[in-house]
């Protein structure tokens, strides 16, 4: 059972959390603090999983974003861990296209192409703007998790249908 | 990567100011909207460099949208802005109470995206049961019922969220109607809401379980998986109920491993693998011990197995389920082996995330093969000494399960070093219980026992577990058989303690200072040639530490009065009380006072603290009778009559409400008498704290139960590296048809190295090492041991056994008890103590302070004794699960010849005539249910049958012995179950039950958690030339524990306005049930109600649940319907009553 659900970045700034059960809003800050810095303390070298109080972290770093989940001893590690990646790669599918948009219209912010930029990892491209995206549309990207993990349960991995409800709303909302 | 990372970071803030805030419209769909104002918020918290900062703009921002959200022109755009700010700064840790209510409003009126922004905010906002939820249920009512889908798609996804619990009877037919739906996306989602009102009131959807299985059989995927959620619960709390469906879910999986689903489930081009995981998880709880169905599993385990191949985290997700659901159900040895190899790729794996996998399946699979361990002990070793500390924690965690006797050295060593490293106080509790855990278990010897003791002590300081030190303690009071024994490591632990207490200025923790005081108090006369006086003097040094506790002192205190009582006068004992008769500490004074007193009085002193006496019973005159006499003088001066504890704070509870008209002068009387002496304030009173003996000597009840304690030693020797031979020999003594195979190969692969250490010379100096800990650490481990691996029922014998019940209480009650009179508020007039004191006669005073004592206990008796019980209680299950799980796996290890009937018993004859089945006749009078048959095999057959006297439900259990050879040692025994209570114990035991014959047994079940309907197992074994097990279940329903409540329709109005908890339902009448007297008398008779009174179409009726819940019934018939309207004390009982009702009406 998946407990929460953290994106914080390396200065500590929570940028999107979801709990699954409840927590009282002032004890969410301390958890989340002590959380990053957990995550903060650990190498590359060593596992992405942390035993924490009486439950376990799975995290992920992309560039200066943390994707930590909380999870009880019931669920598997590493299908958490490559469920934060799942959830990244929706993302970036959703926000490629707006990126496409914004190339369009001309007036992004981002530097397409930065020299830090390479197409071949396109995590990073994706990443480069991603703090940006998930802060700006902070909605969307709650639908998006909610598609995908309900009441602390894996509901829906698949792309299409996890993007599906969205981009109907988008396209309404557009006309 | 890093130098990226840094750029990336140093150009955000760069990036953020480049916004300008009037370019662009702010508006289209997911567009990155800088020139909005939750653009201009983030922008402004992120160059913000301080939280004070932080709090000021958040606080700006908060009055700002309050202004905006309240004000009437604000439109619904704007609204949703507001909304996504707001979430914002809530996710900051900054509260916005003020804009739930505007969130709800955003989903009523709202259009699409804002619409599901409001329903967003109010899934964050809000907690499940959160009053301003009911506001949302229209909202959420209207939605499901209309024509546009993403409508309907938001309400269901906000219901499948959070939704209140007694508001799902608005909803839940709409829902229903939508798994009919066209369109894949409504019926998944509607899936997924009665998922959530599975999890929150399991009884409402109890009726439409076929429709789950509707749901499983759905031609969508995804509908197909929705439902596997509910499923996995359902088998969880009862999987005998869903054997049916394994072949269904191993087909699904099949399909789902050969990649028969549309290609946009896959990732990583592995098909749908959470999906797998879910499925596989499924397998495992039904495979559970059961072996026909597992059966059905292993085709597509083997093969799920063989498909994950691909080098790909996912793959290893998948396969870690696969290996631990191989590991659960019934064993199969081939693909055991091949579970096995692939652990072996875990964990030799160079990705830090595999081999952490790998060591928790090692984990996991290494109570039913120990043998892995062996095979994997140097990349053991290796984890042991990993850079990563998380590794090294689930290492330690394997090295637990596999601990005996002659590993346990090594292993606490291991243990205590990495604790010693450790800060996180989580950790360290958890790693000092196991440590004293195992020390206790297996200690070599008492040198050990007590340093590691100590070791516990000084690192788990104040953090462990109290049970720890009140174990400790009482192990060394209670002692074991062996007197001399005994005695040897009571002189030890007092010799190691005064050897710490000799080093100056050593910080040691409270409790270990406890309990040093406490040994050195009752046993230090144990040392020969040690001089009281150098005891007392360190014991007086460490009093004047500031960093000791006052609690700390009281036991200090003790110890020297104990102390001092065996030797004739000290110059430091007349200093101390010199010293602290002038002390600040009112507890220290009072203390310096007895023991002065008690000095003038050898003679008493030394009866009141004789010598290792601190198990000695103690007789108590518990009603104080001695006493009268002086409440009697104290009544007629006018003292306040005793008032027990409860009462006296139900008083308080009720002043504090009302108005003190009092004036303040006045109180003070009534305060000192609810101090907790009441009644007998002074005397009392003033010996409070005066426990000098309190802490050894058991008072207050008494003890009948001495522990009985294997004095059989095992002595730690280091028996070579690898013991596989022996491993190999003590194979005999035991069939284990299954994992043999591994243990072969274990052997094959360990080979190089058995020969490598005869070829020392080519051995680095490192490997050396290495195996040498290998040796010390995996010692022991092999067949031989393996019922003492199997979830640690042990056979082998244990030096220290665990305490029994009885005293376990006693010995936190006894520690509560003196912690109180440590810290209990001191006697309003302490300046009297003295005089008042030297008022009493020896005899009289040693009367007092028993009486002050046991007053006290009294006084928190009930607290702390439950307290205990529940700790004794949680420390029986765990024993429980564990007996329980070491028969599984002792079980899944015999299981051919279980389950195959035995060839060498020849006697049985084939089809007796039924022995004859009758109720005593004190019980047939009751009404019961029919006998029915439990379990039965060629030789002895089960019957049961309930029945339902007025205050108990009494099951009555049948055993015949069908063969013509008496049965011997026929063991029936309970699985100890959620919902139930079994009286008086879990088990039943025939020593012998002659041929033809039959025994009968009686147990009394209690509903202890209300469910409509619940299972009870167990398992019968008996001795006929070979042992043999039988398992059963018993299924009880809410109705058997009901009972008719006789009472007057005026009592039923009284009641009725007492209780709060009530649920009201609508039920359709059937053209048989004609009148209202029909369906009563019709419910009467199912489920045994009382009918009160039926007053044309209205009707009450009265019943309780055993042993006296009381829940009332109002009913009206109206144009073909029946208004049920419960109410009752207590909360679940009008659900699961309804539902009983319900099912009672579908029938008739």
């Known amino acids: ?175 | 990567m890093s130098d990226v990372v840094e750029r990336t970071l140093s150009a955000l803030p760069g990036l953020l100011g480049q916004h300008d805030p009037g370019a662009g419209p702010g508006g289209g769909p997911g567009r990155v909207s800088a020139t909005s104002r939750l653009g201009g918020l983030i922008r402004s918290i992120t160059a913000l460099s301080s939280k004070h900062e932080e709090e000021k703009l958040i606080q700006q921002e908060q009055t700002n949208l309050k202004a905006t959200v309240s004000a009437p022109t604000t439109t619904l755009r704007l609204m949703k802005e507001c909304m996504v700010r707001l979430i914002y700064c809530e996710m900051l840790g900054y509260e916005s109470s003020f804009g739930y209510i505007h969130a709800i409003k955003l989903a009523q009126q709202g259009n699409l995206l804002e619409k599901r922004v409001g329903y967003l905010a109010v899934s964050l906002f809000l907690h499940e049961n959160h009053e301003l939820l009911l506001l949302l249920v229209n909202t959420v009512v209207k939605d499901l019922q209309s024509t546009n889908l993403v409508e309907v798609c938001m309400a269901l996804t906000v219901v499948s969220q959070i939704f209140p619990r007694e508001m799902i009877p608005a909803v839940l037919p709409l829902i229903e109607d939508k798994l009919q739906h066209s369109k894949e996306i409504i019926r998944r989602k509607a899936v997924q809401a009665l998922y959530k009102f599975y999890l929150i009131a399991p009884n409402q959807v109890q009726h439409i379980h076929d429709k789950f299985r509707k749901a499983l059989c759905d031609r969508d995927v995804g509908v197909m998986a929705a439902s596997l959620h509910i499923y996995l619960q359902m088998i969880k709390k009862n999987a005998s109920g869903y054997k049916d469906l394994t072949e269904s879910f191993v087909t699904i999986l099949k399909q789902v491993v050969g990649g028969k689903l549309p290609i946009d489930f896959n990732y990583h081009s592995v098909p749908a693998p959470w999906l797998q995981i879910q499925l596989l998880r499924i397998l495992g709880l039904l495979g559970k011990d059961d072996p026909r169905t597992s059966e059905l599993m292993y085709d597509v385990l083997d093969e799920s197995l063989r498909r994950a191949e691909i080098n790909h985290n996912i793959t290893y997700a998948i396969l870690f389920e696969c290996v631990q659901t191989i590991y659960t159900i019934c064993p199969k040895s081939d693909l055991l082996e091949k579970a096995a190899k692939c652990i072996g790729k875990f964990v030799l794996s160079p990705k830090i995330n595999l081999k952490y996998l790998g060591l928790k399946a090692l984990t996991y699979v290494i109570q039913q093969d120990p043998n892995l361990a062996l095979q994997h002990q140097m990349t053991i070793i290796e984890c042991l000494d990993h850079p990563d500390p998380i590794i090294k924690r689930e290492t330690l965690e394997l090295l637990y399960r596999i601990t005996n006797g002659q590993n346990v050295t090594v292993i606490i060593q291991k243990m205590l070093d990495y604790l010693r490293q450790s800060k996180e106080e989580y950790t360290i509790i958890n790693l000092t219980g196991k440590i004293a855990e195992l020390a206790e278990k297996y200690a070599p010897d008492n040198e050990w026992f007590i340093q590691t003791m100590n070791a516990v002590f000084s690192v788990g300081g104040d953090v462990m577990h109290p049970d720890i030190p009140n174990n400790f303690l009482r192990l060394l009071a209670e002692g074991f058989d062996d007197e001399k024994e005994d005695e040897q490591l009571r002189l030890y632990a007092v010799q190691s303690y005064l050897s710490l207490l000799e080093e100056e200025d050593t910080f040691y923790p409270q409790k270990f200072l406890q309990v040093m005081s406490w040994v050195l108090g009752e046993y230090s006369y144990l040392v020969n040639d040690g001089d009281p006086e150098v005891i007392i003097t360190k014991l007086y040094r460490l009093l004047k530490q500031t960093f000791v506790t006052s609690e700390t002192k009281a036991w200090i205190m003790s110890a020297i009065t104990k102390i001092s009582s065996r030797m004739p006068c000290s110059k430091t004992v007349d200093k101390l009380m010199q010293e602290f008769s002038t002390s600040l500490d009112t507890c220290m004074r009072q203390y310096a006072f007895e023991l002065k007193h008690l000095c003038e009085n050898k003679e008493l002193m030394k009866n009141l603290l004789p010598l290792d006496a601190s198990c000695d019973e103690i007789m108590v005159d518990a009603s104080l009778s001695f006493l009268d006499g002086f409440v009697a003088e104290g009544l007629s001066c006018g003292a306040a009559p005793y008032k027990p504890h409860h009462q006296r704070q139900e008083e308080k509870l009720s002043q504090e409400k009302a108005l003190n008209f009092e004036p303040y002068g006045l109180s003070f009387t009534s305060s000192m008498s609810s101090s907790g002496f009441t009644g007998r304030q002074s005397p009392a009173g003033l010996s409070l704290g005066s426990d000098v003996s309190g802490n050894s000597a058991e008072i207050g009840q008494k003890e009948t139960n001495c522990l009985k304690l294997d004095s059989v030693r095992k002595l730690w020797g280091k028996e070579g590296y690898l013991p596989k031979k022996e491993t190999k020999t003590g194979k005999e003594d035991k069939t284990q048809p299954v994992p043999q195979d591994s243990i072969l190969m274990g052997h094959v692969v360990d080979l190089p190295l058995t020969q490598s250490e005869q070829q020392v010379v080519s051995l680095s100096e490192e490997d050396k090492e290495k195996q040498q800990l290998a040796s010390t650490l995996f010692v022991g481990l092999g067949s031989n041991n393996t019922i003492s691996l199997m979830g640690k029922a042990d056979t082998t014998p244990q030096k220290f056994k665990k305490k029994s019940k009885i005293s376990e209480t006693q010995n936190s009650k006894e520690t509560s008890s003196f912690q109180n009179i440590a810290t209990l508020p001191f006697s309003p007039l302490p300046d009297t103590a003295p005089n008042n004191k030297e008022n009493f006669q020896g005899n009289e005073h040693l009367g007092l302070r028993k009486v002050s004592l046991s007053s006290s206990e009294v006084l928190e008796a009930s607290v702390s004794f439950d307290t205990s019980q529940s700790l004794t209680e949680a420390v029986l299950d765990e024993k429980l699960s564990n007996c329980r799980l070491s028969a599984s796996s002792l079980f899944a290890d015999s299981n051919i010849e279980v389950f195959q009937p035995s060839q060498s018993v020849p006697d049985i004859v084939a089809n007796k005539a039924p022995l004859s089945l009758c109720l005593p006749g004190e019980l047939a009078d009751h009404p019961h249910s029919e006998i029915v048959e439990l379990c039965s095999s060629d030789i002895l057959t089960m019957y049961s049958c309930k029945v339902w006297t007025d205050d108990r439900l009494l099951l009555i259990l049948f055993i015949a012995n069908k063969s013509i050879s008496p049965l011997k040692t026929v063991t029936l025994v309970f699985e100890s179950a959620e919902h139930f209570k079994i009286f008086e114990s879990l088990s039943c035991h025939f020593p012998v039950i002659e041929a033809q014959s039959m025994e009968s047994c009686q147990k009394c079940v209690q509903l202890e958690k209300i469910c409509t309907e619940g299972i009870l197992s167990g398992s019968i074994s008996y001795h006929l030339d070979t042992d043999t097990h039988l398992e059963f279940s018993l299924t009880f329903s809410l109705s058997d524990f009901i009972r008719p409540m006789k009472i007057t329709t005026e009592d039923f109005g009284k009641l009725w306005l007492s209780f709060s908890n009530d649920v009201k339902q609508n039920l359709k009448m059937s053209p048989s049930q004609g009148s209202l007297s029909v369906v009563l008398n019709a419910l009467k008779e199912k489920l045994k109600l009382h009918i009160v009174e039926i007053i044309g179409n209205e009707g009450i009726v009265a019943c309780q649940l055993l042993p006296s819940v009381p829940c009332l019934l109002h009913c009206r018939t109206h144009a073909r319907t029946l208004a049920l309207w419960f109410r009752s004390s207590c909360s679940a009982l009008p659900d699961s009553l309804l539902y009983q009702c319900q099912k009672v009406m579908e029938e008739s």
């Not at chain 1, 995908?148 to 299409?160: A, D, P, Q, R, S």
Request: hydrophobic share 40%; charged share 25%.
């Open chain 1, 1 to 175: 059972m998946i407990k929460f659900f953290l994106m914080v970045n390396k200065q500590g700034q929570t940028r999107l959390s979801r709990y699954y059960e409840h927590v009282e809003i002032h004890k969410r800050t301390m958890l989340e603090a002590e959380v990053i810095k957990n995550c903060l303390s650990r190498s590359k070298e060593q596992c992405s999983f942390i035993e924490y109080k009486d439950f376990k972290l799975v995290y992920r770093q992309y560039a200066a974003l943390f994707i930590v989940v909380g999870i009880n001893e019931t669920e598997n590690e590493m299908a958490v861990y490559e469920l934060i990646h799942n959830f990244v790669e929706v993302l970036d599918r959703y926000f490629s296209r707006v990126e496409k948009w914004c190339v369009m219209r001309n007036d992004h912010e981002v530097n397409v192409n930065s020299p830090y930029l390479t197409k071949t990892d396109t995590h990073l491209s994706f990443f480069f703007q991603s703090e940006l995206d998930i802060m700006f549309n902070l909605d969307r990207v709650h639908i998006i998790l909610d598609e995908m993990v309900l009441n602390g349960c894996i509901v829906e991995t698949n792309k299409n249908r996890i993007l599906a409800p969205l981009f109907v709303l988008d396209k309404m909302a557009e006309s």
